[in-house]
């Protein structure tokens, strides 16, 4: 391969295909499966049972597939999977799972993880997510697709957070955040749907109405959660966009982001 750089340090046991591109020092370990056109920019460490598919770009300083920070981990086997078109910028952690979980921390496709993000063991991160600098995801949080976290915002351990959801800078939830909510400040709060985030998306005018008529039912009545979750059902599903939600709602295991 003459792609790699003379520096880069890549170990014979890895399956890398000819056309990845790998970068001055960086450090590519035994387990380690690299799909066609990516690109590992200088000072890349990658290591661990790392699955990387096509067309993926790892800033400098990014590190994948290291152990979990997690005091029970005793070096079990454990993996990192990360599909096609990411981008992972620099000083972006991505740590492998752990076995008292699916012990596969998961990335899939399409997403844009900016500088100092940390994805911790055992998360699930779906498609089209952003990730502003240096956010921060507990262990075990699962990410919804077309998830925005602004900058320095985090999720606690075992949070889901929903698909089409926004998360405002600084902002830190500690429940479950359904599908299509914004929420701000520390802890978070509510504050409306993702109306723009949706209408780039074609959610048409009937979806946007049956959207902004569940978010009511959740947070601008006295009704008890599994009272709005009947509410929001009977609303009947056009598309797909109720189903969401009220999967969701039916699924949260820490409760779901308030009012204060």
């Not at 000083?91 to 979980?101: E, H, L, M, P, V």
């Not at 990410?143 to 926004?166: E, L, R």
């Not at 709060?189 to 985030?197: A, D, F, Q, S, V």
């Given at each position: 391969?003459?792609?790699?750089?003379?520096?880069?340090?890549?170990?014979?046991?890895?399956?890398?295909?000819?056309?990845?591109?790998?970068?001055?020092?960086?450090?590519?370990?035994?387990?380690?499966?690299?799909?066609?056109?990516?690109?590992?920019?200088?000072?890349?460490?990658?290591?661990?049972?790392?699955?990387?598919?096509?067309?993926?770009?790892?800033?400098?300083?990014?590190?994948?597939?290291?152990?979990?920070?997690?005091?029970?981990?005793?070096?079990?086997?454990?993996?990192?999977?990360?599909?096609?078109?990411?981008?992972?910028?620099?000083?972006?952690?991505?740590?492998?799972?752990?076995?008292?979980?699916?012990?596969?921390?998961?990335?899939?496709?399409?997403?844009?993880?900016?500088?100092?993000?940390?994805?911790?063991?055992?998360?699930?991160?779906?498609?089209?997510t952003i990730f502003a600098n240096n956010?921060?995801?507990?262990?075990?949080?699962?990410?919804?697709?077309?998830?925005?976290?602004?900058?320095?915002?985090?999720?606690?351990?075992?949070?889901?957070?929903?698909?089409?959801?926004?998360?405002?800078?600084?902002?830190?939830?500690?429940?479950?955040?359904?599908?299509?909510?914004?929420?701000?400040?520390?802890?978070?709060?509510?504050?409306?749907?993702?109306?723009?985030?949706?209408?780039?998306?074609?959610?048409?005018?009937?979806?946007?109405?049956?959207?902004?008529?569940?978010?009511?039912?959740?947070?601008?009545?006295?009704?008890?959660?599994?009272?709005?979750?009947?509410?929001?059902?009977?609303?009947?599903?056009?598309?797909?966009?109720?189903?969401?939600?009220?999967?969701?709602?039916?699924?949260?295991?820490?409760?779901?982001?308030?009012?204060?």
């Amino acid at each position: 391969m003459t792609n790699i750089h003379k520096t880069a340090i890549v170990s014979p046991k890895s399956n890398i295909d000819d056309s990845v591109e790998i970068g001055a020092y960086s450090f590519i370990g035994d387990d380690v499966v690299i799909g066609k056109n990516t690109i590992i920019d200088s000072h890349v460490v990658i290591k661990g049972k790392t699955k990387i598919g096509q067309d993926n770009h790892f800033y400098p300083f990014s590190s994948i597939g290291d152990d979990p920070q997690d005091k029970k981990y005793l070096n079990e086997d454990t993996q990192v999977e990360i599909g096609d078109r990411n981008t992972i910028r620099e000083y972006t952690t991505i740590n492998k799972g752990t076995i008292q979980d699916t012990g596969v921390t998961r990335m899939g496709n399409d997403n844009w993880i900016m500088a100092y993000v940390h994805i911790a063991h055992d998360c699930q991160i779906g498609n089209n997510t952003i990730f502003a600098n240096n956010t921060t995801l507990g262990g075990h949080v699962e990410v919804g697709d077309y998830v925005i976290f602004g900058g320095f915002s985090g999720a606690h351990q075992f949070c889901k957070i929903g698909a089409h959801s926004f998360l405002g800078m600084y902002s830190g939830v500690a429940r479950d955040l359904p599908p299509y909510v914004i929420v701000m400040g520390q802890p978070a709060e509510p504050r409306g749907i993702n109306l723009e985030g949706i209408k780039r998306r074609d959610f048409s005018e009937d979806q946007i109405r049956n959207i902004k008529s569940a978010y009511k039912a959740l947070y601008m009545s006295d009704l008890r959660l599994e009272e709005a979750t009947k509410s929001i059902q009977d609303l009947g599903d056009i598309n797909g966009e109720i189903n969401i939600l009220v999967d969701f709602l039916r699924n949260t295991t820490r409760g779901i982001v308030r009012k204060g």
